[in-house]
């Protein structure tokens, strides 16, 4: 009986965490991505681009680039429009206007086996190869999918659609200013170069990593869990080079080489061209340029 006042107190006063309940607005934006594909980096770049006079960290970061299973909903009814939202889910039709950013998987698989092990998940003898049996099945969180089925059903729904960006993390990586006026241009954000750059500089790993030190205890991707073990690690691309057994790299590559070679990633252990089946090109290119073609590193 307790239970369900507290409930119901939360519900009158918007206490209550909306979840899959969310209201969508006509011009709410989502940020979509599997996890550990760069949702978080992406998010403190967005709240210090559209927020320049508050201080971002893991704190508040939720409150900012809402999280409809972690912001409550007071929160929502506040926030200034257009609101962007995070989700890990895959493709929602309630939403007009999709930021998609995607991973190479090799590096997805190895960033949440760490990630794991941070929360007490997975022990550090955990055998890898079990773990990349999970990764490939979909089971480290039934609900989003693998891989190929969460990123797969953005590309295939809305690649073409003119509300749609796709982000790769390792153009971020790589041009973060530029991509980063992408995201700002497409969401109608300022987008001087003062103010992107900005960003960025308030954004960096060591800025990040520094909020984590102070602010970890206050956010739920983190809370209670082992602090030898970073949150964020390398902020690089290409760990799976080194990290990730051949036959690992093999096993993700046979299952999702066709999209991986569509996103413009390198396969090692078959060829990229004999991935692209005709049909999934077609799917994917929308029958003009193709999604590579879109989403290498210029």
Request: aromatic content about 8%.
């Amino acid at each position: 009986m307790y239970r369900y006042l507290v409930a119901a107190v939360k519900h009158v006063f918007g206490l209550h965490r909306p979840g899959k309940r969310l209201a969508v607005l006509p011009d709410d934006i989502l940020l979509a991505s599997y996890p550990k594909s760069g949702n978080t980096w992406t998010r403190f770049l967005l709240a210090n681009l559209v927020f320049p006079d508050r201080e971002v960290g893991f704190g508040n970061v939720h409150e900012l680039i809402l999280d409809p299973t972690v912001t409550v909903q007071r929160d929502f009814r506040r926030a200034p429009r257009p609101r962007i939202i995070k989700t890990h889910g895959a493709f929602d039709p309630r939403y007009r206007r999709v930021i998609c950013v995607v991973r190479d998987p090799r590096d997805v698989a190895l960033s949440q086996y760490h990630y794991l092990r941070k929360l007490r998940k997975i022990d550090d003898e955990f055998p890898l190869d079990s773990f990349i049996d999970r990764f490939l099945a979909g089971e480290l969180k039934r609900e989003l999918g693998s891989w190929g089925e969460n990123v797969g059903s953005w590309l295939a729904a809305r690649h073409h659609h003119p509300g749609f960006l796709l982000l790769r993390y390792e153009d971020l990586l790589a041009n973060t200013a530029r991509e980063l006026t992408r995201v700002a241009n497409f969401g109608g954000f300022p987008a001087d170069p003062e103010r992107i750059a900005q960003a960025v500089e308030r954004s960096s790993a060591d800025k990040m990593r520094e909020s984590e030190k102070k602010q970890g205890e206050r956010s739920m991707l983190i809370k209670g869990s082992r602090q030898d073990i970073p949150f964020i690690r390398s902020a690089k691309s290409g760990d799976w080079r080194s990290d990730l057994p051949e036959s690992q790299v093999a096993r993700i590559e046979s299952a999702w080489g066709d999209i991986m070679a569509c996103l413009g990633y390198e396969l090692v252990t078959r060829d990229s061209h004999s991935a692209l089946e005709p049909s999934l090109l077609g799917l994917l290119a929308g029958g003009s340029a193709s999604l590579m073609e879109q989403t290498t590193i210029r």
